[in-house]
């Protein structure tokens, strides 16, 4: 999701690189005694090598002062039992924004701010893929690891790789133990006609209309918790890419709504701006007045969820609150 606007900063990251390096410097010369990389300056700190993306990093074994890149591995880090000292923060984690307490915010989905990373003084910097171009500045200031993440419906194997990298795989596997126990109880209170019941899930953006499907973030817990899809969403994400050009998600023009019918909806907007955000708002405003729209079955019967964005998540605590929904609109509401 970030991958774009990184490509757009790329230029700016050139540009500040020469400032970055002299202002990295002139920290080190000032406070060599209290922060020394551990990549390039202090032989005698224990590491451990670890491959990632970019290659194989050594980071320290004991390590305190965690920053992360982007949300999706700050959730992670949280979920396994780290505090970073600072991240990349957004309205997207409006959902564990009571963990944040302490995390300072060192920039925006896709800009990360570098000043500022170097400013807390780090002692491993973590993030994904879609941060490579800033990887050579990154890595001068903490060991850095990248991880790869494909599409957000990879997001359980994403969080076992990075708890294995970072010795907390314990945490990992009490954290999804948790999870599967909790979608158990779901199942149980569903009852027997579970699997009967098709989930539709739709994200309206400012200019058009989206399905989600199988194998993306919110259909791999759909799927988990032994629901259902329509038909025109029940593509894994190697058919979703053959036929869609994307693993995880396919958009419906005005005339196709009855493929985003089901006997639930859950329907969100949520964009990286308020203005886009707004403007997504708009767009499902008008589309609750097409009268396509009011013929659904699920609009007929009441039974369509507007949820919150972490239905687009990509890690464990955003699964959780997907859960909680769940609970929420299939078993409790009447």
Not at 115 to 139: C, M, N, R, V, W
Not at 215 to 227: E, K, R, V
Not at 262 to 285: M, P, R, V, Y
Request: aromatic share 10%.
């Amino acid at each position: 999701m970030y991958k774009h606007r990184l490509r757009t900063q790329y230029t700016r990251y050139l540009q500040l690189g020469v400032v970055i390096a002299c202002v990295f410097m002139l920290i080190i010369a000032c406070d060599r005694a209290a922060y020394v990389p551990v990549n390039f300056q202090n032989q005698n700190i224990v590491c451990r090598n670890v491959k990632h993306v970019m290659g194989t990093t050594c980071i320290p074994e004991k390590f305190e002062r965690v920053v992360t890149l982007d949300e999706t591995s700050l959730e992670s880090a949280i979920a396994l039992g780290l505090k970073p000292i600072g991240s990349v923060i957004s309205d997207f984690s409006v959902y564990f924004q009571d963990k944040l307490t302490g995390v300072q915010n060192i920039g925006t989905i896709g800009e990360p701010n570098l000043e500022k990373i170097i400013a807390i003084k780090p002692d491993l910097i973590l993030g994904f893929e879609y941060q490579k171009d800033i990887y050579s500045l990154t890595s001068k200031i903490a060991p850095t690891l990248l991880f790869e993440f494909g599409h957000s419906g990879q997001w359980k194997d994403v969080f076992t790789k990075m708890s294995v990298a970072l010795g907390k795989k314990a945490a990992a596997e009490q954290a999804m133990n948790k999870y599967y126990s909790r979608l158990e109880e779901f199942k149980q209170e569903m009852g027997d006609n579970i699997s009967k019941i098709k989930v539709s899930v739709v994200r309206v953006y400012p200019t058009g209309i989206n399905l989600y499907l199988r194998d993306s973030f919110c259909g791999t817990i759909l799927q988990d918790a032994g629901l259902s899809r329509p038909e025109s969403q029940n593509f894994t994400a190697s058919e979703a890419q053959k036929l869609f050009n994307n693993p995880i998600q396919v958009s419906i023009g005005n005339e196709l709504f009855e493929k985003a019918d089901g006997d639930f909806i859950f329907i969100w907007t949520g964009e990286n701006n308020s203005q886009e955000t707004q403007a997504a708002q708009k767009k499902l405003e008008q589309l609750k007045s097409n009268p396509l729209w009011q013929n659904l079955k699920a609009v007929q019967q009441n039974k369509v969820y507007t949820v919150p964005n972490y239905w687009i998540g990509s890690g464990i605590l955003a699964a959780n609150a997907v859960i909680d929904d769940l609970f929420k609109y299939l078993v409790e509401t009447p």
